[in-house]
C-alpha cells in the first residue's frame, strides 16, 4: 500500500466511521467506533486506511511514522459557528452586564453588537486580520483545524465584503481551514435606525447579490431574534439569499421564541443555530427536515441563560453540531473542547455525542462531511493527538487544554512542546 504517513502508538483512535454520507440522525453517534490500538495511514494528505495497528497492511518505503506516544487521536475540530472576525472587545459591558444590565438593555442603548460595528469600521484590514489570526492560533492551539467565519460587524456592503477578503487571505495563509458565512443581517446598523425595511432593501437588493457574485460565502445567515430581524424580514432576506444560489443558516431561538427553527426546517437550511428557547413545535419541525441543530453552550453560560434542550432534541433523532459562537458579546471564548463540557454537564449529552458535534456533525452543518470530521479512506488527514488516556477525559477535566500536536492534510501544523518553547 502507497503512504507517506502512518501513526503508531496510538492509544485510542475515536472517531472511525464506515461511510460519509451525512448523519442520519443521533444514530450516527453510535457509528462512531473507537479503535484501541487503532492506526491510519495517508498520502498527499488524505486518509487511504484506517483499523487496528495490527492489521496495517505492507507499506511502500519513504514512508514517515508518527509516534503518538500511547495517547489518544481524534479527528480534527470543525468549530462550525463562530464570529471570529471582529476588532476590539467588549470587556466595558461585560462590566455592566455584571453590574446587573441584560444583553438586550445594553443592545438597545446602543451598544453591542453596533460597539463591535464602530470598532470594526475604523480597523483597518491588517488589524482585522492580526487579530483574528490571533484568534484562529487559539483556535489551532486548541485542536480546531476547520473554522466557520461569519461576518456582520461590518453592515454595509464595503465592510462586509472587506470582513469577506480578510477572510479569504487567512484561509490562504493557513494551516486552518475557513468556512465563511454572510452575516449582513446581524442587526440593523445606526445609519439604518429609522429605516429598518431601508436595510433590508439594501441587504437584498444590494448586498446579496454582490455578495453572491463575489463568491466569497458560502453561506448566508440571519439574527432572527427580537431587536433583530423579525420572521418576515428573515424569510425575505434568506429567500432572495438562495434565489442567488448560497446556501442558508439561522440564528434561531436564541434570546427569544420567534420560530426560527420551523423558518429554518421550511426553507431547508443547513443548520438552525442556538435554539435556547426553541418549543415542542420547532423540534417538530427539525425532527421533519434535514436541518442539523447546531448547539452553543458557552453562549448560554455567559448570558446566564437557559441551555438548549439537547436530550429532547437528540431523542426527535436531529442530528446535534456543537460549537463555540466565539464572538466578544455572548461567548468570548475560542475553547472548543470547553464546550464539550457543558454539553455533557449541562446539557446531558454523552461524551460520545459531544465529540461527534464538533466533528462530524459539525462538518455535516458545513456540508463538508464526506470530507472532515471522521477517519475513514478518503476523508482529509485532519487529527489530533491528545494527551489523555481515553476520550472522555477531554470534557472530563474541563478547561484543561490535552492538545499536544495537530495535523492538518497530513502535516505537523502545531506542536505543543515547541509552542511552550518558543
Ligand atoms: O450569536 N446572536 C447574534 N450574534 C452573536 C452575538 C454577537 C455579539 O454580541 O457581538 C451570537 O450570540
Ligand atoms: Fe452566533
Given at each position: 500500500m502507497q503512504a507517506d504517513l502512518v501513526l503508531s502508538n496510538v492509544g485510542q483512535l475515536v472517531g472511525v466511521t464506515a461511510?460519509?454520507?451525512?448523519?442520519?440522525?443521533?444514530?450516527?453517534?453510535?457509528r462512531f467506533q473507537v479503535i484501541p490500538g487503532g492506526s491510519i495511514a495517508a498520502l498527499d494528505g488524505r486518509i487511504t486506511w484506517v483499523g487496528p495497528a495490527s492489521e496495517l497492511p505492507e507499506i511502500s518505503r519513504n514512508c514517515?511514522?508518527?509516534?503518538?506516544?500511547?495517547?489518544?487521536?481524534?479527528?480534527?475540530?470543525?468549530?462550525?459557528?463562530?464570529?471570529?472576525?471582529?476588532?476590539?472587545?467588549r470587556v466595558e459591558e461585560f462590566e455592566w452586564r455584571l453590574a446587573g444590565a441584560s444583553y438586550q438593555e445594553i443592545a438597545e442603548r446602543g451598544g453591542g453588537i453596533n460597539t463591535t460595528v464602530r470598532a470594526l469600521r475604523k480597523a483597518t484590514n491588517a488589524d482585522l486580520a492580526s487579530q483574528t489570526r490571533q484568534r484562529l492560533r487559539r483556535c489551532l492551539a486548541g485542536g480546531v483545524t476547520t473554522v466557520e467565519v461569519k461576518t456582520g460587524y461590518g453592515l454595509n456592503s464595503a465592510d462586509e465584503l472587506r470582513c469577506l477578503d480578510v477572510i479569504a487571505q487567512l484561509d490562504r495563509e493557513g494551516p486552518w481551514e475557513l468556512v465563511p458565512t454572510f452575516l449582513g443581517a446581524h442587526v440593523v446598523p445606526p445609519e439604518f435606525a429609522g429605516d429598518r425595511q431601508g436595510y433590508v432593501r439594501?441587504?437584498?437588493?444590494?448586498?446579496?447579490?454582490?455578495?453572491?457574485?463575489?463568491?466569497?460565502?458560502?453561506?448566508c445567515d440571519v439574527f432572527c431574534?427580537?431587536?433583530?430581524?423579525?420572521?418576515?424580514?428573515?424569510?425575505?432576506i434568506l429567500e432572495t439569499a438562495r434565489q442567488l444560489g448560497m446556501k442558508l443558516k439561522l440564528h434561531a431561538d436564541e434570546l427569544t421564541c420567534l420560530g426560527g427553527a420551523?423558518?429554518?426546517?421550511?426553507?431547508?437550511?443547513?443548520?438552525?443555530?442556538?435554539?435556547?428557547?426553541?418549543?415542542?413545535?420547532?423540534?417538530?419541525?427539525?425532527?421533519?427536515?434535514?436541518?442539523?441543530?447546531?448547539?452553543?453552550?458557552?453562549?448560554?453560560?455567559?448570558l446566564g441563560?437557559?441551555?438548549?434542550?439537547?436530550?429532547?432534541?437528540?431523542?426527535?433523532?436531529?442530528?446535534?453540531?456543537l460549537a463555540t459562537d466565539s464572538n466578544p458579546g455572548t461567548c468570548p471564548s475560542e475553547n472548543l473542547l470547553l464546550m464539550g463540557s457543558l454539553a455533557c454537564?449541562?446539557?446531558?449529552?454523552?461524551?460520545?455525542?459531544?465529540?461527534?458535534?464538533?466533528?462530524l456533525h459539525g462538518a455535516a452543518a458545513l456540508g463538508l462531511s464526506d470530507r472532515l470530521g471522521s477517519f475513514e479512506p478518503g476523508k482529509q488527514a485532519d487529527f489530533v493527538i491528545c494527551d489523555v488516556r481515553r476520550f472522555e477525559?477531554?470534557?472530563?477535566?474541563?478547561?484543561?487544554?490535552?492538545?499536544?500536536?495537530?495535523?492538518?492534510?497530513?502535516?505537523?501544523?502545531?506542536?505543543?512542546n515547541a509552542a511552550a518553547a518558543s
Open positions: 461511510s460519509g454520507l451525512p448523519s442520519e440522525g443521533s444514530g450516527l453517534a453510535n514517515a511514522r508518527h509516534d503518538c506516544g500511547g495517547h489518544v487521536v481524534i479527528p480534527g475540530l470543525v468549530d462550525s459557528h463562530t464570529h471570529l472576525i471582529y476588532a476590539g472587545d439594501l441587504l437584498c437588493e444590494e448586498m446579496l447579490p454582490h455578495v453572491a457574485t463575489s463568491g466569497l460565502a458560502r453561506f431574534d427580537r431587536g433583530a430581524f423579525d420572521l418576515r424580514e428573515t424569510r425575505s420551523q423558518l429554518a426546517a421550511e426553507l431547508d437550511a443547513i443548520s438552525a443555530d442556538h435554539l435556547l428557547c426553541i418549543d415542542q413545535a420547532g423540534i417538530e419541525a427539525l425532527a421533519r427536515s434535514r436541518t442539523i441543530a447546531t448547539l452553543l453552550p458557552g453562549t448560554a453560560l455567559f441563560l437557559s441551555f438548549a434542550p439537547a436530550r429532547q432534541i437528540l431523542e426527535r433523532g436531529i442530528p446535534v453540531a454537564t449541562q446539557m446531558h449529552m454523552s461524551p460520545l455525542e459531544a465529540l461527534v458535534g464538533m466533528t477525559q477531554l470534557f472530563y477535566e474541563f478547561g484543561a487544554n490535552h492538545v499536544r500536536q495537530v495535523f492538518k492534510r497530513g502535516k505537523l501544523v502545531f506542536d505543543a
